[in-house]
């Protein structure tokens, strides 16, 4: 197989020096056919070698890194790149990777994380160049299949689901198998807005912890499965007893590392869960029960943490502190009063702040019970798809005052998304009967025509026109009138006779004088002044 051809870019020598003195690119079927220091030099030797691999600064004379990634994907739309960063580039490295970029490193230059990527990007080109036969299919087939179990059980194990493994049915159908010692499951989470982030920023992310959990745990002596589910890696880790505190460790270890990428992406917080560890495969559904709840357990201890089995917290008591809570949301509901609202979910907060040991997972379902609450007393449409948007949100909340400001949020959004609707709903009809008169202030309307026009009562109708504008409809179709009148009488020479009829007056006696008493003169005068 053909050598994979690499460029590096970089404006500094030392660090173009460092990186090929670094790597072994022989024994990684590569071979570097380029090296620039600066943008320009780095698109001519990309333009000319069609390399499979570009490692480029983020910042560059010439062309920035992110310049020369937006004009060599044009060129070569399948090459990797991998970008190199300083913590200060925090802005750069989120726009290369919006860019399509999907590995970057950070100064100083690491040997083992910069061959291990190399490994992986060479891995993945590899795999993309060779044509699959017959039998790798089939072999492809089978392997994703125990994927699917794997993950699959995995997933039972994130949600806290009752399962029942003994090993010959973990062999059987989810093709693991178990040496004497210890298995244990784990999950890490990553806390972060997602829509300040974007997709590919997390997407990233979560790939790099699962690299770092892969650097940490391999070749200790451990059996490993591990995965991406959304914001979660999740895994199985079997290993001799005499490992238990090495295990601990390495996690640790691999729980500091990823507390590092928060030094360019910012608000990205991350935590780990430990299920207890269990000679007896028949046990492993009991352990991996716990992980949920141990997670959660960051709203309380903070992040950051190796959250593990604990025995001592107190009973939240959720229904105690939701009678009050009722009461209080009930009524914000009733007089649409945000500030109510936010009173309501405020005594939450503050009566659990009292207790001195609660669970994470309790907190979680007691905001989870008041957002319930909240909507049905609210009445919102898609009630449903709301609230299964609200949870997605509240997992992303890395503590307990997110949680409640959370719920804050939520609140307002919907009571004033309701009372705008209803605001809407008392301004249409007095919009559409505003076009009415205006289109027929000409002729004798009443009160009882316009009301029943836009589909009112003529007594809820009055009150609301009064509401509205601030003036009885009586007296806003004689300004109307009058406001026409005015026009006619400044840019034509009809009689005011003819203008008292065209304006809806029969009485030209009674239109003289209701002209004279709003503009002060009469219609004459008025055409002589302003005509």
């Avoid at 892969?214 to 490993?224: M, Q």
Wanted: glycine share 6%.
């Amino acid at each position: 197989m053909e050598k994979l051809k690499v460029v590096i870019a970089d404006d500094e020598e030392r660090i173009c020096q460092l990186i090929q003195a670094l790597i072994d690119w022989k024994y990684l079927g590569m071979e570097l056919v380029g090296v620039a220091h600066n943008g320009i030099e780095a698109y001519e030797a990309v333009r000319e070698q069609k390399p499979d691999i570009l490692i480029t600064d983020i910042r560059m004379p010439g062309f920035s890194g992110l310049e020369l990634i937006e004009k060599v994907k044009d060129i070569c739309p399948d090459m990797e790149v991998i970008i190199i960063s300083g913590y200060a580039h925090f802005e750069y490295a989120q726009q290369a990777i919006r860019f399509g970029v999907g590995h970057y490193l950070l100064k100083p230059i690491n040997k083992a994380e910069l061959t291990e990527t190399l490994e992986k990007l060479g891995k993945r080109i590899s795999e993309r160049q060779v044509s699959e036969r017959d039998k790798q299919v089939l072999l492809e087939k089978a392997q994703k299949n125990d994927d699917e179990m794997r993950s699959r059980l995995l997933t039972m194990i994130l949600k806290g689901e009752a399962f029942s493994v003994n090993a010959e049915i973990l062999k059987a159908q989810y093709g693991i198998e178990c040496r004497p010692g210890l298995i244990q499951p784990f999950c890490m989470k990553m806390d972060c807005e997602e829509d300040t982030l974007g997709c590919s920023s997390v997407s990233v992310l979560m790939e790099k912890s699962l690299e770092i959990l892969d650097r940490n745990l391999s070749g200790k002596g451990l059996e490993t499965i591990i995965e991406i589910q959304g914001f979660y890696c999740v895994g199985l880790l079997n290993y001799e007893s005499r490992m238990q505190e090495e295990v601990r460790r390495l996690l640790k270890n691999a729980l500091s590392q990823m507390e590092l990428q928060k030094a360019i992406f910012k608000s990205v917080e991350f935590s780990m869960a430990l299920g207890i560890p269990v000679r007896d495969v028949k046990e492993l559904g009991r352990s991996g029960a716990e992980i949920p709840d141990l997670i959660r357990q960051r709203l309380v201890k903070g992040c950051g943490r190796l959250l593990e089995h604990q025995e001592d917290y107190m009973p939240l008591q959720s229904e105690k502190l939701l009678e009050k809570y009722v009461r209080e949301i009930t009524y914000a509901a009733e007089v649409m009063s945000t500030e109510l609202a936010d009173e309501a979910a405020i005594y939450l907060l503050e009566k659990v702040n009292e207790i001195k040991k609660p669970r994470g997972c309790d907190i979680l379902e007691l905001v989870y019970s008041a957002a319930d609450v909240f909507t049905a007393c609210i009445q919102i449409p898609n009630r449903a798809e709301s609230l299964m948007a609200f949870r997605r949100q509240c997992e992303q909340c890395s503590d307990t005052e997110k949680l409640f400001e959370a719920l804050r949020n939520f609140q307002q959004k919907y009571i004033r998304e309701i009372e705008e609707k209803r605001e809407n709903d008392r301004v249409r009809p007095i919009r559409k009967a505003k076009e009415y008169i205006q289109n027929h202030y000409g002729e004798p309307i009443t009160l009882e025509e316009v009301s029943s026009e836009v589909g009112l009562s003529p007594t809820y109708f009055s009150v609301l026109f009064k509401k509205t504008e601030g003036e009885g409809f009586a007296r806003y179709l004689i300004r109307v009138r009058i406001e026409q009148a005015k026009i006619f009488l400044r840019e034509n020479n009809l009689p005011v006779t003819e203008i008292c009829r065209k304006v809806g007056y029969n009485d030209l006696k009674h239109f003289t004088q209701t002209f004279e008493k709003i503009t002060g003169v009469k219609p004459s005068t008025y055409r002589k002044l302003y005509g």
